[in-house]
């Protein structure tokens, strides 16, 4: 069973950072292209980024680009988003998600963390 735990979420100020991590447990974290979505409230998720399964390729949504970076450690079974010049428009939960269709499509979720940005 393949089961995703996210954490790294909370409150931050505008400006600020912060650093959700995901470790994925139940299979071969290589078998796996990872990515990152979002929910803010009354939205639909969105896309955030994803990371090939060898970490050489990334890709990001417009609104994130320049300021979130998106990396992984096979070792460790563990993806990041390094979230730097927060800004309110990216409250939301974060939600990590693991592809065996090379990010074209998300078999496994994980259970979300929040991420609030104050003015």
């Known amino acids: 069973q393949v089961q995703l735990v996210e954490s790294g979420g909370g409150l931050v100020q505008a400006g600020g950072s912060l650093r959700l991590s995901c470790v994925v447990s139940g299979r071969t974290f290589t078998d796996f292209a990872m990515g990152w979505f979002r929910q803010g409230s009354g939205k639909e998720r969105e896309f955030v980024a994803s990371?090939?399964?060898?970490?050489?390729?990334?890709y990001y949504a417009d609104s994130v680009k320049g300021r979130f970076t998106i990396s992984r450690d096979n070792a460790k079974n563990t993806v990041y988003l390094q979230m730097n010049s927060l800004k309110p428009e990216d409250t939301a939960v974060y939600y990590c998600?693991?592809?065996?269709?090379?990010?074209?499509?998300?078999?496994?979720w994980g259970q979300g963390t929040q991420v609030t940005v104050s003015s």
């Open positions: 990371i090939s399964w060898s970490g050489g390729s990334q």
């Open positions: 998600a693991a592809s065996s269709h090379d990010g074209l499509v998300y078999d496994y």
